[in-house]
């Protein structure tokens, strides 16, 4: 499996930024997806799922500012963040199958000024 993420950025307060997840070498449409973040000196944490029908699942902390979609036709999941705050900043990543088990992507930096 390999996943390619891309978007991440340098973005003030209150911006946006989309988050792309290609994948390859697995059944796309078949793999629960996922984004996680990793901040400095903080453990991984998951920020949100999207699981094979579409359902979504959201970390409290980013429910109402940040969505996950994917596009099977394309193998990819996008994580849409809004209304980003300086404690979103962490290297984010996407992953395939529950808790990732299936593979990781190579982490794309998000940094939010305030």
């Known amino acids: 499996v390999q996943l390619q993420a891309s978007g991440g950025g340098l973005v003030q307060a209150g911006g946006s930024l989309r988050l792309s997840c290609a994948a390859s070498g697995i059944i796309f449409r078949g793999a629960i997806m996922g984004w996680y973040r990793q901040a400095p000196g903080k453990e991984r944490e998951l920020v949100a799922s999207i699981y094979i029908g579409g359902t979504t699942t959201y970390a409290d902390v980013v429910k109402g500012r940040f969505t996950i979609s994917r596009d099977n036709a394309k193998s990819t999941v996008y994580l849409q963040m809004n209304s980003l705050k300086p404690e979103d900043t962490a290297v984010y990543y996407c992953?395939?199958?529950?808790?990732?088990?299936?593979?990781w992507g190579q982490g794309t930096q998000v940094t939010v000024s305030s």
């Open positions: 992953a395939a199958g529950p808790s990732g088990n299936r593979g």
